[in-house]
């Protein structure tokens, strides 16, 4: 009886948190069908576009001088904008199809990484690039990424507390690659190749600490993969409840969010595997793709 009280009394707090937490949070987001930055405010649930791009945002970062990292995947730039001085900046120009990015981490080969460098997958060529901030300069960053078979391509980027890099091939397969050197550690492979089935965004979440995927693809995906940083399985859930889920961010908290179909922002609470509510959490914003929390709302 005391372990059934104690379990009751555990998630009547899981929902007062996700009543009283889930809806303070702020973001950045980008919109691709407007090519709108924005600034989305779960407390008022309302979308204020900040800047307007001349493309179509894909995947936006937020440095610790709060200026936004953010990519134009069809127009094949790399931009800043920084919200303060209203300023915008080309960052780099001549890329094949830039999509999601993640701050480096500190290592070896790259100990001031994560102040300088960002790393950015060219989807449509299975590349990642890695881009100096303070130079204005890249390299490749290894070998193309997929195969013949398969399709070359990277989507999702992610390290975790320990310096290790994971990205997401070819759709269906997780890897672990090298920081330095690009080569690849270890593979995962999530289900049969089939068209876009599989990973999307992918983020470490420190809550749970595990890697997350956005399961993007036919109805039977639709939802969010957990995967250990081992890569030695991995679990699915709100299998079909998540439509066209894309970019990803934790919270560190328990909480995931998550752009979705083009038009809304969604939220996911990790102990209760339940999608947040109220509906504020679930709100509507056009064209979201990649979205970035803002420090000191969460």
Known sequence: MKNISRILIVNVLVLLGLVAGSVAQQFYATSETTGNLDLVNLATGTVSSIYTAAGKPDSVLLTSQGQLIYDLSPQGILASYDPSSQTNTILATGLK??????????????????????????????????????????????????????????????????????????????????????????????????????????????????????????????GLIEVPTDLSSFSLFQVGKIPVPDGIVSDGKGNLYIGAGLQRLMGYNIPSDTLLQPSASSLKVPGIDSLVLIPGTY
């Open 97 to 222: 199809s830039p999509r999601d990015m993640v701050f480096d981490v500190p290592t070896a080969c790259n100990p001031n990484a994560n102040a300088n460098t960002v790393l950015v997958s060219e989807y449509s060529i299975g590349q990642i690039i890695r881009y100096n901030l303070i130079t204005h300069t890249f390299v490749k960053l290894g070998a193309q990424l997929g195969s013949k078979t398969n399709g070359f391509s990277v989507d999702g980027l992610a390290y975790d507390p320990a310096g290790h890099l994971f990205a997401i091939v070819s759709h269906n397969t997780v890897v672990q690659l090298n920081p330095c050197t690009g080569a690849v550690l270890k593979t995962l492979v999530l289900e049969p190749h089939y068209r876009v089935n599989g990973g999307d965004g992918m983020v470490y979440d420190t809550y749970s600490g595990q890697l997350w995927i956005s399961h993007d693809g036919t109805d039977n995906a639709k």
